[in-house]
């Protein structure tokens, strides 16, 4: 095989032969110039003003210009590119490979206005990457930990003026909106990432990651399983094709006023693309020039524009735990559960995207169709929106839609994709009218009942309308299979014969929330049971999550988790579960309803029942759960848990922590004295 070395020559070359010392340096030529500095600068400046100067200038920017105002780049670029864009070391994920060629378009327009730019990056991970591992563990957690590392790189550049943002994925989009959001003395613009390409006689990337599960159920051969994994990209960046967290988080941040119109979904790597990343910059100089922080543009108005949006969209579940966390950085109060119905109520799903359908159009589609602003402009006829909140544009809300409405990119936009797709756009994205005669319902439904009596959530778009009564009343009761692991629930899905999940069954992952695994994903069992002809029989109860382009009678985010008490930890194998979930009033109940079909018991008297039992002798913490982990479960945990949004409320942590310590002490001294 070419450029393999024999052991000797590896080792060999592993010392090396000292040849590059011959050319090595041990001085050089500082750089030319001076730096701009006066008597007052020189006395009352900091020294650490001073010493950036140097360091701008030694790092090769012109000495006559490192005075100038600085803005700041943040992003998640991952990987390494060579000029020509081959890969010198991989990225975990598509969606952060492409966005340095952002970073420089932005850092080229803010130099070009009379900025001096700065880049750093935090990198993300890739919750696909991870599904079924225990890097899954990390994912959720992960979001905390860059917000605050992203906050502390904002910080670590004192004088900055403003702040860009450049993100695209599941957790790093997330975290970018929280870091920006938490710097709210400062202007900031969000630059969202894009998408990647459909690839032409491909699947795409939702339902290649369900390549095991089908082979193993025969259902594909070899072959295609190896030819499908390779072509689902059609292009080397971009967050995935479906309307899953990534994509949704992208939408979240245009419906929030802190990405300009028509940014989030754009193709990654196309000439739209690198265009927004050079008109977020101007808009970003314009808010410094202004005096706009990010405070006047993140304000309650934004957060309620942005609920009724994600509703519009029918957008990823995942949200539930992100914008609360971007209001609690932002010093607003979180949407509650109330909050959340009251918006999916009053708002009809208008686009017809993957995963929900039914014509399942990939995101770039959505995008071209219009995107976020052309579902506001349906929102603006219904009365959903606040008009008048402003945006990183300059302009309110009502002024960016009378622009869009009669605006040269829509109409090219939307020309465009009847061009190359043949597709009309009012397919993609409806009006109320059209989407109630397309079948779109409502998307989120919080469940409650003797298993949750905390709460849970599903999108109830995503569940496979042929399970659906005619009253557009889901109805399931089954016996429970109960896993403590995702591990032995996709054995159990994936076998044949004894032991195997069959329809019918619920199938109950307990013991994988915050404290279990860190609140894991699950989409390799939902995704699995899609594409398995019998898996829409099969709905799914747990106290983790799921992706954003999971589909199927799938419940997550059940409260309280089984570690922490949680009823769902106290069911076994062949328990009844009985589920309804109202597509029409957006309410829902799961239920315990004891063990024996012909004589189920009321909910009350069922609850006593398992009031009785032990937690599951399978349930506990993951034996590989890292200490970051545990440690991220016991501060959010502190901090209000999931439905307060996973973060970390300083005062509360506080709070509690001197609450132990003097529990502690009394508990001493009462040792003491006995």
């Not at 060629?101 to 070009?112: I, Y």
């Not at 973060?647 to 942590?653: G, K, L, R």
């Amino acid at each position: 095989m070419a450029g393999v070395q024999s052991d000797d020559a590896l080792l060999d070359a592993i010392l090396g032969d000292g040849t590059p010392l011959t050319t090595t340096r041990t001085s050089g030529e500082g750089p030319a110039g001076s730096l701009p500095v006066d008597d007052t600068t020189l006395r009352e400046a900091p020294s650490g003003h001073l010493f950036g100067m140097t360091q701008n200038a030694g790092m090769g920017w012109r000495a006559s210009e490192i005075g100038r105002d600085p803005y700041l780049i943040l992003s998640t670029q991952g990987g390494l590119r060579a000029a020509d864009g081959s890969p010198v070391a991989l990225g975990l994920h598509t969606g952060h490979w492409e966005i340095d060629k952002l970073v420089r378009a932005a850092a080229e327009t803010l130099a070009e206005q009379g900025g001096l730019p700065f880049s750093v990056m935090c990198s993300d991970p890739c919750d696909g990457r991870t599904q079924g591992t225990t890097g899954m563990f990390d994912s959720l957690p992960y979001r905390n930990d860059a917000a605050m590392t992203m906050r502390r790189l904002v910080r670590s550049l004192p004088n900055r003026r403003g702040l860009l943002g450049i993100a695209t994925c599941d957790k790093g989009l997330p975290a970018m909106m929280m870091a920006l959001a938490g710097s709210r003395d400062l202007p900031g613009v969000i630059v969202p990432g894009g998408v990647t390409l459909p690839a032409r006689g491909a699947e795409d990337t939702a339902k290649v990651q369900t390549i095991g599960a089908r082979y193993a159920h025969g259902l594909i051969d070899l072959q295609h399983a190896a030819a499908m994994g390779c072509r689902a990209c059609g292009s080397p960046g971009g967050g995935c094709q479906f309307l899953g967290t990534a994509a949704t988080s992208q939408v979240i941040a245009e419906a929030l006023g802190i990405a300009l119109p028509h940014t989030a979904l754009a193709p990654s790597g196309e000439p739209v693309w690198l265009d927004m990343a050079r008109r977020a910059a101007l808009a970003l100089v314009r808010l410094v020039k202004a005096g706009t922080p990010m405070s006047a543009i993140l304000t309650r108005h934004a957060l309620e524009n942005a609920l009724v949006v994600h509703a519009a969209f029918g957008g990823s579940t995942n949200l539930m735990l992100h914008v609360p966390a971007i209001a609690h950085a932002a010093g607003l109060a979180p949407p509650t559960v109330a909050d959340w119905t009251a918006a999916n109520r009053a708002t009809p799903r208008l686009v017809d995207a993957l995963p929900n359908g039914p014509r399942h159009h990939p995101t770039v589609q959505v995008f071209m169709a219009g995107g976020v602003p052309e579902v506001m402009l349906h929102l603006r006829e219904m009365g959903l929106l606040h008009l008048d909140a402003p945006t990183v544009s300059g302009r309110t809300v009502g002024e960016n839609l009378d622009w869009w409405e009669h605006s040269a990119a829509r109409r090219i936009a939307r020309e465009r994709l009847r061009e190359l797709d043949g597709i009309d756009p009012a397919n993609v994205i409806m009006g109320p009218d059209a989407a109630r005669a397309a079948g779109l319902t409502s998307a989120l439904v919080f469940p409650v009942g003797n298993l949750a009596p905390d709460g849970s959530v599903i999108k109830a778009t995503s569940i496979d309308p042929t399970v659906v009564d005619d009253d557009n009343v889901y109805r399931h009761t089954g016996p429970a299979r109960v896993f403590a692991s995702e591990h032995d629930a996709i054995v159990a899905i994936k076998r044949k014969g004894e032991g195997a999940v069959v329809a019918g069954d619920v199938v109950v992952l307990a013991g994988c929330g915050p404290a279990g695994t860190g609140m894991e994903e699950t989409y390799q069992l939902t995704s699995a049971l899609k594409y398995l002809p019998w898996g829409k029989h099969v709905p799914v109860l747990t106290d983790a999550r799921f992706s954003g382009v999971s589909t199927g009678a799938c419940i997550g985010h059940v409260g309280p988790e089984a570690l922490a008490g949680g009823p769902i930890g106290r069911l076994r194998d062949g328990d009844l579960v009985r589920i309804e979930i109202d597509r029409n009033t957006l309410q829902g109940r799961i239920d315990f309803i004891g063990t024996d079909p012909a004589q189920p018991l009321p909910p009350e008297q069922a609850t006593a029942l398992l009031a009785t039992r032990a937690i599951h002798p399978a349930i506990a913490p993951h034996p590989k759960l890292p200490d970051d982990t545990r440690l991220w479960a016991a501060l959010q945990e502190a901090s209000g848990g999931t439905w307060g949004g996973c973060v970390y409320d300083v005062d509360a942590i506080v709070e509690t922590l001197r609450a132990g310590r003097e529990a502690l002490a009394r508990q001493r001294g009462e040792q003491a004295s006995s």
